[in-house]
DNA sequence: TCGCAGAACATGTTCTGGT
DNA sequence: TACCAGAACATGTTCTGCG
């Protein structure tokens, strides 16, 4: 008698039972859901990224993405239960940016993909131990990991093609910068720089003011030790980044689910600061999320850095990667 | 690794997985017979009959049909799950007989089928409260409700059609009379007779010997009475009338099935008789295996008589429906 | 090494109760 | 009455141990 004659949300096998835990899904997903969360027992998909969603954990992954929630009536057990689900989504992340760093420091990438051949499958391959990057390769390396970092993200894959583009495009320089100065302060580098130890900028190029290099490789950087933020932390910042409504162009429907999208993380970092830093825990998400500032400062910094060695050095600035000219 | 790609015999979806519990079956199969054992818990099919097999109970028998049988290691409760068998099998049956007895007390049936006819559905309709049987109808309705128990039996489908309709045809008519002389036996008559009171074989024809009409009252019902033969004695015995390898014209394949049936419930027979009789089992089992002699010596009474009684009265015995005529 | 019984675990379906 | 969380039950799959 149900109007409701749509798919499972997430298994798309079984007609859905009816708005369960926020999602529209079939019973067996609606009790698996449960019982996941119950039992604590989240476990990593074997092949990440390129699984067929059919496993244990990417299921669950599913679950989480089509929203759903545990609230159960006993009070007081409610936010142990959600942590796990907070635990389930950032250990996802930490485990598709793991896959994003091996591919950062052992792979190489030939070609130079428009944005439309970015975002069908990246192909990487094992780059030998005695070849040395210099810094535009290393720059390409690291802003087509993160791109492909981005792209695994779940609900990027359902943005429509056009939405995709769009949005990676406008976010990806910035996730680069963010990533790279996160590593930086990782490692305890005091100055933005490559796993080799070249610095960012690329130093030394006459005429270009040592003012403005110094911005870029300090402001970020001071900003992340002054906060001591985690890599849980870093990577929550990372997905918001990529939440933003306002990115242009995109379309009505990526909209509402950019912004669905935003809620979803901010509440998630909101709650991970609420648990680490108890009383402080909402200044400690004003604190992470206004990074975002920082993090366009250093941009703008390092475009008006671009420009300027444009202008000084024409020639060491030829073979531009079309990802880089924003070329779709 | 494994050369057995044969699907599992019960549930005919998975491919077996071995040799289970005796039989060739999937996992599940394995697992769901082995729960129904240990838990019990043994139902009957809402739709006897005309079940499409899907249900628990239809699952359970055809895994008994398979020849599936519990023997757990634990010595001492092994006679127990056996008569969880035991009684399954008889349960069955006598749900079975249970219809038989509904249709023939409460239904008619117009027409007057083949062999072949008969071996699809036999469509019975509603018996006005009103209609009065004549002796003629009441040995019909007698003889095709039988039939339909007896095709009812689970291995008699796996016969072939030929087969089938030999076996049926071999026996109907001694399951008719075995039939009613238990129903008699029952509700202690001391004569043959159809449930309106009219006597087996119709009386007062004139020419016929008395001694012979005494002889068919009497002798299978004396037998039934000195033995106390209970229903579920006069249901195994009835099967196993029909698990006669001898049967004239039988195939290879179906001489095969019926001797494997036969041992099957001959052992279930004697099992009830251990139980129900200890040390003299063996000898009530005997008992009423020789009960088919008293049948089968009836039926040649009855023979004789029927021809007497063309000769005397022919015009009486127009109109012999065709199974009585063993017509294909 | 293999095959199977049984345990343990995972998944799916139906029932129950509160709102 | 309809809906949904959760319990209870039923089914299916994988692991373990033994001969
Ligand atoms: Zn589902
Ligand atoms: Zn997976
Ligand atoms: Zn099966
Ligand atoms: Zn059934």
């Excluded at 003011?209 to 402001?219: A, E, P, T, Y």
């Excluded at 990115?247 to 998630?268: C, F, R, V």
């Excluded at 420009?307 to 000219?325: D, E, G, M």
């Amino acid at each position: 008698m149900k109007v409701i004659t749509q798919k499972c949300e997430v298994c798309s096998k079984h007609p859905a039972s009816g708005f369960n835990y926020g999602a529209c899904v079939c019973n067996s997903c609606k009790m698996f859901f449960r019982r996941v969360i119950l039992r604590k027992n989240i476990t990593d998909c074997e092949n990440e990224g390129v699984c067929i969603s059919k496993c244990r954990p990417c299921r669950f992954q599913k679950c989480l993405q089509a929203g759903m929630t545990f609230n159960p009536y006993s009070p007081g057990s409610d936010l142990h239960n959600n942590e796990v689900i907070l635990f389930a989504i950032i250990n996802n992340l930490q485990h598709i940016d793991n896959h994003r760093e091996k591919l950062f420091n052992n792979c190489l990438f030939n070609g130079d993909p428009s944005f439309t051949e970015v975002l069908g499958t990246l192909n990487f391959e094992e780059k030998p131990p005695d070849l040395n990057y210099i810094y535009k390769e290393w720059s390409f390396i690291q802003s087509i990991t993160g791109i492909d970092f981005l792209m695994k993200i779940s609900f990027v894959k359902k943005l429509e093609l056009p939405d995709q583009i769009v949005v990676i495009k406008n976010i990806f320089i910035q996730f680069s910068i963010f990533s790279i100065a996160h590593s930086c302060y990782t490692t305890k580098l005091s100055r933005l720089s490559f796993p080799n130890g070249s610095e960012i900028p690329e130093p030394n190029i006459y005429g270009v003011s040592d003012n403005l290099r110094i911005r870029i490789q300090g402001r970020l950087l001071a900003r992340l030790i002054e906060l001591k933020v985690s890599k849980q932390e870093f990577l929550l910042v990372s997905v918001l980044l990529l939440c933003d409504p306002c990115t242009p162009n995109l379309s009505d429907h990526g909209k509402i689910l950019i912004t669905s999208q935003q809620k979803y993380y901010a509440s998630a970092l909101l709650q991970h600061c609420l648990i680490n830093y108890q009383s402080s825990g909402p200044s400690r998400f004003t604190d992470l999320l206004f990074l975002h500032q920082a993090i366009s400062s250093t941009i703008d910094d390092l475009k008006a850095h671009y420009q300027l060695c444009q202008l000084y050095q024409a020639s060491n600035w030829l073979h531009t990667k079309k990802i880089f000219l924003c070329i779709d």
